[in-house]
C-alpha cells in the first residue's frame, strides 16, 4: 500500500463573481423558491410472468390463481420432455423387422441334423 506525502493546499478562493453572490444571498433569505424535484416513483414489476397471464387468459377462466397456471406450464414442460424422450428412443434404437419374416423362416433348430 502506498501512502502519497501530499497535503491539501490552502483553501482557494474563486473570484468573486456578483451574479453568484446575489443568487446565493437571494436563496439564503427565501429557500423555498424552488421545489426541489422528487424521484419518479419506481412502478412494481408484475407478479406473475406474461405466459403465465396468457395461461390465465386463454383457460376461459378455469385457471384463476397465478399457481394454478405455474402448475400447467410445468405440467406441459414434463409433457413435452416425455414425448421427445420417447422419439428420440424410438428414432437411435433403428427399424426393427416386421414380425412377418420371423414366421415364415420357422423355428431355429429345423435344419440343424
Do not use: C, H, W
Not at 473570484?15 to 439564503?28: D, G, M, Y
Not at 424535484?37 to 395461461?55: T, W
Not at 420417447?86 to 420357422?106: K, W
Amino acid at each position: 500500500m502506498r501512502l502519497y506525502n501530499i497535503f491539501m493546499p490552502p483553501e482557494i478562493k474563486p473570484p468573486s463573481n456578483s451574479e453568484i453572490e446575489q443568487a446565493l444571498r437571494e436563496f439564503e433569505a427565501n429557500p423555498d423558491l424552488k421545489p426541489i424535484p422528487q424521484a419518479p416513483v419506481a412502478q412494481e414489476a408484475p407478479k406473475e410472468s406474461s405466459l403465465v397471464r396468457l395461461i390465465m387468459k386463454l383457460s376461459g377462466g378455469s385457471i384463476t390463481e397465478r399457481r394454478q397456471a405455474e402448475y400447467m406450464l410445468l405440467s406441459f414442460v414434463i409433457l413435452a420432455l416425455l414425448i421427445s424422450i420417447f422419439l428420440f428412443y424410438r428414432v437411435l434404437r433403428g427399424p426393427t423387422p416386421p414380425s412377418g419374416i420371423i414366421d415364415i423362416a420357422g423355428p431355429k433348430n429345423e435344419f440343424l441334423p
